[in-house]
């Protein structure tokens, strides 16, 4: 089976870091992608990790452990155009489909 | 400009009303996929393809047909919609199935269907 979970809404303030946790037990698995999606926007790709360790990206970064089925997002110096839905996907093994998280709803306070 | 554009954009129908949600792409991939998104259930793929006449189900296809007589376009059909299919769509393409490294999507502007 396919299963991904993430917290459900998340609130931090401006200029402050924070981690969204993404756990996942799927069939197979050939890379995790974080995805940004505004409200009533399309998602647009943050990162990706296929191997377990840290991929940074400017104030991004997000981090696999494949052998504990888990990554996080983590995002620094919060600005308040960051207040927006993270989603955590996995791709199968043969790369042909992914599944995604239910997504965290992240509110960044001034 | 490199896009995925879907048409319409918001659409109110009644219940067994056939409808058609248009999908299509200018960056030659190979790729395309149908998502629905309901609050609390995330992104659920409804159908893929992965080249021309070749499509296959997803994990909520019931309701729901597909077609991929192009590689550009993927339609979305909904033969008889009911109110369950109230949601949000979006189409995605990526380059290639088999999906080398960071071969991520890029997701259609998305539509709003409201089936009453």
């Known amino acids: 089976g396919q299963n991904i979970d993430q917290p459900t809404e998340m609130t931090a303030t401006e200029g402050a870091i924070v981690q969204i946790n993404c756990t996942y037990q799927?069939?197979?698995?050939?890379?995790l992608f974080w995805y940004q999606q505004h409200a009533g926007e399309a998602p647009t790709f943050l990162s990706y990790?296929?191997?377990?360790g840290l991929e940074e990206k400017g104030r991004f970064s997000s981090f696999l452990s494949r052998s504990k089925g888990y990554s996080y997002l983590l995002l620094k110096e919060l600005q308040m155009k960051d207040s927006a839905s993270y989603l955590c996907?996995?791709?199968?093994?043969?790369?042909?489909?992914?599944?995604f998280g239910p997504g965290t709803r992240l509110s960044v306070l001034p | 400009e490199a896009q995925v554009t879907q048409n319409p954009r918001y659409l109110i129908t009644v219940t067994g009303k056939k409808l058609t949600v248009t999908c299509s792409q200018n960056?030659?991939?190979?790729?395309m996929s149908w998502y629905r998104q309901d609050p609390g259930l995330g992104l659920r793929q409804i159908y893929y393809?992965?080249?021309?006449?070749?499509?296959d189900k997803g994990d909520v296809p019931e309701g729901y047909k597909v077609s991929r007589k192009e590689k550009r376009n993927f339609p979305l059909i909904l033969e008889s919609p009911s109110p369950n299919q109230t949601s949000l769509y979006f189409c995605?393409?990526?380059?290639?199935?088999?999906?080398?490294?960071?071969?991520?999507?890029?997701f259609g502007p998305g539509t709003r269907l409201t089936v009453l």
């Open positions: 995605a393409s990526r380059l290639e199935y088999r999906g080398y490294e960071t071969d991520t999507q890029y």
């Open positions: 799927t069939s197979g698995f050939n890379g």
């Open positions: 990790n296929v191997l377990d």
């Open positions: 996907a996995v791709r199968d093994s043969y790369g042909q489909n992914f599944v």
């Open positions: 960056m030659n991939h190979e790729y």
């Open positions: 393809s992965m080249n021309v006449e070749v499509t």
